[in-house]
C-alpha cells in the first residue's frame, strides 16, 4: 500500500489566529528581558493575569505548600493525624510562614503601586 503525500503545505493559522497560551508559563517580565515582547503588551498580560487569574496562581501555590508538607510528613513516616500531632510546630511554622510572605509582597506590591501611580 502507497501513501501519497500532498505537495502543498499546510496552512499555519495567522499570528493573530494563534492562542497566546505559549507564554503563559513565562512572566510578563522575562517576556521584555528576552525580547519577545513589547513593555505595553507586557503589563496587559500582567495585568490579565493578575488581576482575572491571580486566585489561580494563589490557589496552585498553596497546593505546592500543601504537596510538600504532606511529602515531608511522608519522608519523615509522619502522615497521619498522630503524625501531624507530633509535628505540630512544623505545621504551624509552614502556616505562619506562608502568611507571613503572602503579606510582605502584597504590601510591597501595593507600596510599589502606590508610588507608580500618580497623585
Do not use: H, K
Not at 501555590?61 to 510528613?73: E, H, K, N, Q, R
Request: glycine share 6%.
Amino acid at each position: 500500500m502507497r501513501v501519497e503525500r500532498s505537495l502543498v503545505a499546510p496552512r499555519r493559522p495567522a499570528v493573530d489566529e494563534q492562542p497566546f497560551t505559549w507564554a503563559l508559563p513565562l512572566t510578563p517580565v522575562v517576556l521584555v528581558l528576552l525580547g519577545l515582547s513589547t513593555a505595553s503588551v507586557a503589563i496587559a498580560l500582567g495585568n490579565t493575569l493578575y488581576d482575572d487569574y491571580g486566585w489561580y496562581f494563589r490557589v496552585v501555590g498553596l497546593s505546592f505548600a500543601v504537596a510538600g508538607v504532606i511529602a515531608l510528613l511522608r519522608a519523615r513516616r509522619s502522615c497521619s493525624i498522630r503524625g501531624a500531632r507530633r509535628e505540630w510546630q512544623l505545621l504551624v511554622m509552614t502556616a505562619m510562614t506562608m502568611v507571613i510572605v503572602y503579606g510582605a509582597l502584597y504590601w510591597v506590591t501595593t507600596w510599589l503601586a502606590s508610588l507608580a501611580s500618580p497623585p
